[in-house]
């Protein structure tokens, strides 16, 4: 699992605590954002998850369902 993001994006570290939370491990990706460009997204906080690109909203979700 990664998560990218950026150091003063406020939802991403509001996503950051809810997997921290749960103890859920997760990659962190701060500078190379190539990937999300190539998929079409020009925001963070983005989770990848088993090569599913999930939104912030999506990615709370998922979170919370664990």
Not at 6 to 19: Q, V
């Amino acid at each position: 699992m990664t998560m990218y993001s950026n150091e003063t994006c406020s939802k991403c570290k509001m996503l950051k605590e809810r997997l921290l939370k749960k103890n859920i491990k997760y990659d962190i990706e701060q500078d190379n954002f190539d990937e999300l460009i190539e998929h079409g997204f020009t925001t963070v906080p983005i989770l990848k998850v088993n090569n599913e690109f999930l939104t912030f909203h999506d990615a709370i979700k998922f979170v919370n369902s664990i």
